[in-house]
């Protein structure tokens, strides 16, 4: 019997166990430098998420009532949750707050996706002031991901700030429908519509053109600062530094190998207000996420700070690192022993270092067998004493096998 929705779907054998070693990695990780567990409810007001996020990202909500009659949404969006719970929970000489979490979110997919739930792991540092956070942010990103074997995934840096400034005071609906174009990776459409815009000048169209293209090392920041220092609408040394500065702090963390810019690079969520990024498991790899600085909401709530977070599929993440964790070291078949024999022995293992898994099948080859198709290290026949390594032959004694070379410690 199904009792799955479409849209929806459960996840387990070694793709679960994979992401919730991923899971608890990052969380530790982000422990170590101050940020604390975050468990957001799993309802949002329908009346906040329609405020902050974009025309695109409210149409894909999750809509619902609470029993109580209020008009919600499935979380959409774990940074509403996160400023949600600074107003309501801390005061301004209690800032910065850091936390963390490994949550799920809700929205209509998009084709070809078609999951309407996805779990994100990530932080969210809150309320600071001040140079430094996004470096530390985006710095506690890529140590993460090489923490998890990643060591070639790459951040795209953009700044959510510089488009609108581009844009500013361009006629109609233009400046509306090329952030749309940008957001679309409609490239093709963009340059059309730059092309066919008879209110821009020239100059300015020569700039707008060439903005999507406007990606790759760092040192592309220089051709940008050349083309935007002629631009009617900008200060092209001020509209830059925010990411120059950035670029430059990973660089000298040991992360330039690993940093891209890209300047016509738009998140669609809505809120950001600075630095933005994604981030891929390799330079032609998968989207793993993203994240950005979004301090326009803080302020709407009269906190006049910043705030900086990301957010990873946990999923993708799985599926790309490198995970450390492997199958089951040992499984342990007692045979006619009563069952507290097998218990004692394993939490003996358990108590050394190793994983277990108990087997209570009737049959010693069904046993033996399993342990092979889990791809255990070793099988353990209590009854007769005896273990054997499935990779290699080697036999041992049971009580010794904490002993064995290549075993104690794992």
Not at 126 to 147: F, I, P, Q, S
Not at 183 to 203: H, K, M, N, P
Not at 226 to 249: C, G, T, V, Y
Request: aromatic share 8%; hydrophobic share 40%; with cysteine.
């Amino acid at each position: 019997m199904n009792l799955t929705p479409r849209g929806c779907s459960g996840i387990g054998g070694e793709l679960a166990s994979c992401m919730e070693d991923c899971r608890n990695r990052t969380l530790r990780l982000f422990a170590s430098y101050g940020y604390n567990p975050f468990n957001p409810a799993e309802f949002q007001l329908l009346e906040g998420a329609m405020k902050s996020l974009s025309r695109r990202h409210r149409q894909r909500l999750v809509t619902v009532n609470s029993p109580f009659g209020e008009p919600c949404c499935l979380r959409a969006d774990i940074t509403l949750s996160a400023i949600s719970y600074l107003a309501s929970h801390y005061s301004p000489e209690e800032f910065p707050l850091r936390l963390s979490y490994a949550e799920r979110v809700f929205a209509v997919p998009r084709p070809p996706k078609e999951n309407l739930e996805e779990t994100q792991v990530g932080v969210e540092l809150l309320g600071w002031e001040g140079a430094g956070a996004d470096v530390e942010v985006v710095a506690l990103l890529l140590r993460a991901l090489g923490k998890l074997g990643l060591g070639e995934s790459v951040v795209v840096l953009g700044d959510a700030s510089i488009v609108p400034q581009l844009f500013a005071g361009l006629p109609g609906g233009l400046a509306g429908l090329l952030v749309e174009q940008l957001q679309e990776g409609a490239y093709f459409d963009y340059r059309r519509t730059v092309d066919s815009a008879a209110e821009l000048s020239e100059g300015d169209r020569d700039i707008l053109r060439e903005l999507p293209s406007l990606k790759g090392a760092p040192d592309v920041l220089a051709r940008a600062g050349e083309l935007f220092a002629h631009f009617s609408r900008s200060n092209a040394e001020q509209l830059l530094r925010p990411l120059a500065d950035l670029s430059s702090s990973l660089e000298r963390l040991g992360y330039g190998g690993r940093v891209r810019i890209d300047l016509g690079f738009i998140r669609d969520l809505g809120y950001y207000s600075g630095p933005v990024f994604n981030v891929y498991a390799t330079p032609e790899g998968g989207l793993l996420g993203g994240g950005g600085r979004y301090d326009w909401i803080l302020a709407e709530m009269g906190l006049s700070c910043q705030a900086v977070g990301f957010g990873l599929n946990l999923r993708d993440l799985a599926l790309a690192c490198k995970s450390e964790k492997g199958g089951t070291d040992v499984l342990i078949w007692s045979g006619s022993l009563p069952a507290d024999r097998a218990l004692l022995y394993a939490r003996a293992l358990v108590d050394g270092g190793l994983s277990v898994e108990l087997s209570w099948k009737l049959e010693e080859k069904s046993s033996r067998d399993l342990a092979v198709r889990r791809g255990c290290r070793w099988w353990v026949n209590l009854e007769s004493g005896g273990a054997e390594n499935l990779a290699t032959g080697e036999r041992a004694a049971a009580d010794e096998l904490a002993k064995i070379g290549g075993v104690e410690g794992c």
